[in-house]
């Protein structure tokens, strides 16, 4: 695949395409008990060690084991964060059924992109360039797929190109712990087993550092951080 064209490091973020919704009040009191059983089924601890909960646009990049991490990392958010935080999530899994849409775009205010590429002219960034562009905060699964084994798979190219991007957004990194532990594949009950959701210090784009180099750099820094958190 070619790799979508994005403006020079310090060029404006284009204007979003539709202008960027709020949720609504009814949206938010639909995600209170979802974030409240979502942290009393697995004890979630937030551990904020690298930076504080503070009102900043940021990319929230993490581990990717489960679909239920963006519920525990967006649920460990504060009331006011979340609220303006959306997951980035693959289209081809959130758009079936009846249920995943509704709770996607109705609940979570989620950020569908298209892993599949059925219009290869188009730029599968575009989406979260818009939610960048209208202020809002990322949760980003830089692996692009659950990695149901340990460590970190390869990171995709995507969150280099929006770090180069938008130099302005703080890059946070985030481990999820024991939550395939908690709720392994084909486990219908929970385990009990205490999940911690640790903030690391921002990470930012070096001058003139090379995709490798920075992917490499921003993977090493969220096995560190999942050490730290043992």
């Keep these: 695949m ?3 064209q994005i403006p020079p490091p310090g060029e404006d973020l284009p204007a979003a395409a539709v202008p960027c919704s709020r949720p609504s009040r009814a949206q938010r009191l639909l995600a209170w008990p979802i974030t409240g059983f979502a942290r009393l089924l697995t004890g979630a601890r937030s551990l904020w060690r690298g930076c504080a909960p503070e009102p900043k646009q940021r990319i929230y990049f993490a581990n990717h084991c489960s679909h239920a991490d963006f519920v525990l990392l967006w649920s460990s958010l504060p009331p006011a964060l979340r609220a303006r935080t959306r997951p980035v999530a693959g289209a081809d899994y959130w758009q079936q059924g009846r249920l995943r849409p509704f709770l996607i775009h109705r609940v ?17 960034l575009q989406p979260l360039l818009d939610a960048l562009a209208g202020g809002d905060s990322l949760i980003l699964f830089p692996e692009g797929t659950r990695n149901p084994g340990e460590g ?3 990171f995709k190219s995507g969150l280099y190109r929006l770090a180069r991007t938008c130099p302005q957004v703080e890059l946070v990194p985030v481990w ?50 999942a050490m730290e958190a043992d």
């Excluded at 929970?190 to 959701?197: G, Y």
């Design 2 to 4: 070619n790799d979508p």
């Design 108 to 124: 979570f205010h989620g950020v569908l992109v298209d892993r599949e590429l059925h219009d290869r002219h188009s730029n599968p």
């Design 176 to 225: 999820i712990a024991n939550l395939n532990r908690v709720m392994p594949k084909g486990r219908v009950l929970p385990l009990p087993l205490l999940c911690t959701v640790t903030f690391g210090a921002p990470l930012s784009l070096g001058l003139d550092e090379r995709k490798e180099a920075f992917l490499a750099r921003a993977r090493e820094t969220l096995l560190n951080l």
């Design 152 to 154: 970190l798979l390869p």
